[in-house]
């Protein structure tokens, strides 16, 4: 027989992952801390700003609010009249995409991160040109994998390139990830077989 009182134990914190433990706190966070207390400051940091979208966007939004549709799962892979004007340029281009080749994000942090998902597994080594997105280095260490930062020479901004070409060699990288020098980085990935994001 089964009893009809459900008995329940108390709800408790649920403690986060060893992946979300050793990962970067945001550096954003840090500087917004030091500076929370002082009065008049406006924050201009991503996702910080105090403004309001603009009055046509939520007179908009309040209008879209009751359209049943918006209240589904979207198409996996993003809108699908954007990816259909992504392909139309890029034929432009001579550049020939079937819609399983473009996925549209929310932005470029999702973007990097399903990237990073897609191509590495836990302990990949990859290595991170600096200077970086501090946000490409959280998603590579949610990832589990092994971050390893290329410095830069100071006098010239560009990647120490010796430095690099020896991490390369030493950890052999699922990844190169540079926000500044993709094109630079291809000759010397592809000589390791190395993808470049």
């Known amino acids: 027989m089964i ?3 459900l008995r329940l134990r108390p709800l408790q914190a649920v403690a986060p992952s060893n992946r979300l433990a050793r990962t970067e706190r945001p550096y954003i966070e840090d500087v917004l801390d030091a500076y929370r207390d002082l009065e008049n400051l406006t924050v201009l940091a991503l996702g910080s700003s105090s403004w309001n979208p603009p009055e046509k966007a939520l ?11 918006i209240h589904r799962y979207g198409e996996i892979l993003g809108y699908p009249p954007l990816q259909t004007e992504l392909r139309r340029l890029l034929r432009q281009q001579g550049i020939k995409m079937d819609k399983m080749d473009i996925a549209v994000t929310a932005g ?3 973007a990097f991160l399903n990237v990073a998902t897609l ?8 290595v991170v040109v600096a200077p970086y997105y501090f946000s490409h280095v959280m998603a590579l260490q949610l990832c589990d994998t092994k971050v390893h930062v290329c410095p830069f020479d100071s006098k010239t901004l560009q990647p120490d390139w010796p430095t690099l070409k020896t991490m390369i060699e030493a950890h052999q990288p699922k990844m190169v990830c540079s926000s500044r020098f993709p094109i630079s980085l291809q000759s010397l990935a592809h000589l390791h077989s190395v993808i470049v994001v």
């Open 119 to 126: 191509l590495t597994d836990a302990q990949d080594d990859v």
């Open 3 to 5: 009893s009809s009182t």
């Open 59 to 69: 007179s908009k939004a309040e209008k879209e609010i009751f359209n049943r549709e």
């Open 108 to 110: 470029a942090n999702q």
